[in-house]
């Protein structure tokens, strides 16, 4: 315990700190614990984008803009923790992405990594360092740092992804570069399945080698091979915490598949529900599949196709499933884990 401060002494104090300001100086005894606080706290908020109710917003922007004038056609998922600053959780951007039948959204790159995850519609690729990809739902595909990418549309219907990126990380960094690509569209160089022939097939060329921080080679995780992992384990021990869940990973290496951001995917039968489960990486979830609920902290959010929602860091998380549902999932843990900071609790 401390003893009792003056008054005096106090109005001592506030004078003394006004003119310290002036030189840019505050004292540490007052935001100590703060800085250092016993147990993670933080701004995010927990938070769902129902598909239904942001669709039609989605196809809207489609009238008022074009995918060549926006360079992206987003509208970015805003955690309500944290308006203003383009970010999902403090590490991590969300957005959903439109493209329309006949549209090109132009080459570039950038030191941001990115994610997608196809959610609506069929016609649509995407390319990545001179090597196109057809985007069918529940895809998961890649585009690391500094990776040339753009987007098209070859069919008949508007396409919605949700863009993952580390958006809030290189910021912090103060990293960020960018570049226009000389064309819309980057000449492909390959045929479509190179990459995933090359090196996602339990196979790598035989003088390839990376280390643990580079990103893979594979730039597409197909949701039917995705879908057969979690039906083929389905059959296994499930773990009470987590349901049947894997993590995507860079075959070459058994790491996160880009350094700064993970990927998960899960199976949670009908019926079931997870015990409840803490980690301190905030993290994206998106319904592929299926329908439940997700109690986090003393909230509780029911979830459908295609919504996406939020479990802040160090929450803890329920999960309930209502029907069979797979859940698509995505982090800073590879970040957290490098540095030491990654923790989790199975309660
Ligand atoms: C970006 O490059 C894409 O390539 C999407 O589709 C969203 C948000 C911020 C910065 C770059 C894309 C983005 C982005």
Same mark, same amino acid.
């Given at each position: 315990?401390h003893?009792?401060?003056?008054n005096?002494?106090l109005?001592?104090?506030k004078?003394?700190?006004?003119?310290?300001?002036?030189?840019?100086l505050?004292?540490?005894w007052?935001?100590?614990?703060?800085?250092?606080p016993?147990?993670?706290?933080t701004?995010v908020?927990p938070?769902?984008?129902?598909y239904?109710?942001?669709?039609?917003f989605v196809m809207?922007?489609g009238?008022l803009?074009t995918a060549g004038e926006a360079e992206?056609?987003?509208?970015v998922l805003?955690?309500?923790?944290?308006?203003?600053q383009?970010s999902? =959780?403090q590490?991590?951007?969300?957005g959903l992405q439109l493209i329309l039948?006949?549209e090109?959204?132009p080459?570039?790159?950038?030191?941001?990594s990115?994610?997608r995850l196809v959610l609506?519609g069929?016609?649509?690729?995407?390319a990545?360092?001179g090597?196109r990809? =057809?985007m069918?739902?529940?895809d998961?595909i890649?585009?690391p740092?500094?990776?040339?990418?753009?987007?098209?549309n070859?069919?008949d219907q508007?396409?919605?992804?949700?863009?993952g990126?580390?958006?809030?990380t290189?910021?912090f960094f103060d990293?960020?570069f960018?570049?226009?690509?000389?064309?819309?569209?980057q000449?492909?160089c390959r045929d479509e399945g190179?990459?995933?022939?090359?090196y996602?097939n339990n196979?790598?060329?035989?003088?390839f080698?990376?280390?643990?921080?580079e990103p893979?080679k594979v730039?597409?995780?197909?949701?039917a091979?995705t879908r057969?992992?979690?039906l083929?384990?389905?059959k296994?021990?499930?773990?009470?915490?987590l349901g049947y869940?894997?993590?995507?990973v860079?075959p070459?290496t058994?790491a996160s598949?880009?350094?700064t951001?993970?990927?998960?995917?899960?199976r949670?039968?009908?019926?079931?529900e997870?015990?409840?489960?803490?980690?301190t990486?905030g993290?994206?979830?998106?319904c592929?599949?299926?329908?439940?609920?997700?109690e986090?902290?003393d909230? =509780?959010i029911?979830?459908?196709?295609n919504?996406?929602?939020?479990v802040?860091?160090?929450?803890t998380?329920?999960?309930?499933?209502?029907h069979d549902?797979?859940l698509?999932?995505?982090?800073?843990?590879?970040i957290?884990?490098?540095?030491?900071l990654w923790?989790?609790?199975?309660i």
């Amino acid at each position: 315990m401390h003893a009792a401060v003056s008054n005096d002494v106090l109005e001592e104090r506030k004078q003394y700190y006004q003119r310290i300001d002036n030189y840019n100086l505050t004292p540490l005894w007052e935001v100590l614990g703060a800085l250092v606080p016993k147990a993670p706290v933080t701004p995010v908020a927990p938070a769902l984008w129902r598909y239904a109710d942001v669709r039609d917003f989605v196809m809207e922007a489609g009238r008022l803009i074009t995918a060549g004038e926006a360079e992206r056609r987003v509208l970015v998922l805003e955690n309500p923790g944290l308006r203003g600053q383009s970010s999902v =959780t403090q590490s991590l951007y969300a957005g959903l992405q439109l493209i329309l039948p006949g549209e090109v959204a132009p080459a570039h790159r950038h030191t941001q990594s990115a994610l997608r995850l196809v959610l609506d519609g069929e016609g649509a690729y995407t390319a990545v360092d001179g090597e196109r990809t =057809t985007m069918h739902r529940g895809d998961f595909i890649i585009t690391p740092a500094w990776t040339w990418h753009d987007h098209g549309n070859l069919g008949d219907q508007p396409v919605v992804w949700l863009d993952g990126l580390d958006i809030p990380t290189v910021r912090f960094f103060d990293a960020g570069f960018a570049e226009h690509g000389a064309s819309a569209s980057q000449a492909t160089c390959r045929d479509e399945g190179d990459a995933l022939a090359r090196y996602g097939n339990n196979m790598l060329p035989v003088d390839f080698h990376q280390t643990s921080s580079e990103p893979t080679k594979v730039f597409i995780y197909p949701f039917a091979k995705t879908r057969e992992s979690l039906l083929g384990i389905s059959k296994g021990t499930v773990d009470p915490h987590l349901g049947y869940k894997l993590r995507f990973v860079n075959p070459a290496t058994g790491a996160s598949p880009m350094p700064t951001i993970g990927a998960f995917a899960q199976r949670l039968e009908a019926g079931f529900e997870t015990r409840p489960y803490r980690c301190t990486d905030g993290t994206v979830y998106v319904c592929l599949e299926g329908e439940g609920s997700a109690e986090i902290g003393d909230q =509780t959010i029911d979830f459908i196709q295609n919504d996406v929602f939020v479990v802040p860091p160090w929450h803890t998380l329920r999960l309930r499933a209502k029907h069979d549902t797979i859940l698509f999932s995505y982090s800073d843990r590879p970040i957290q884990q490098v540095l030491g900071l990654w923790r989790e609790e199975k309660i």
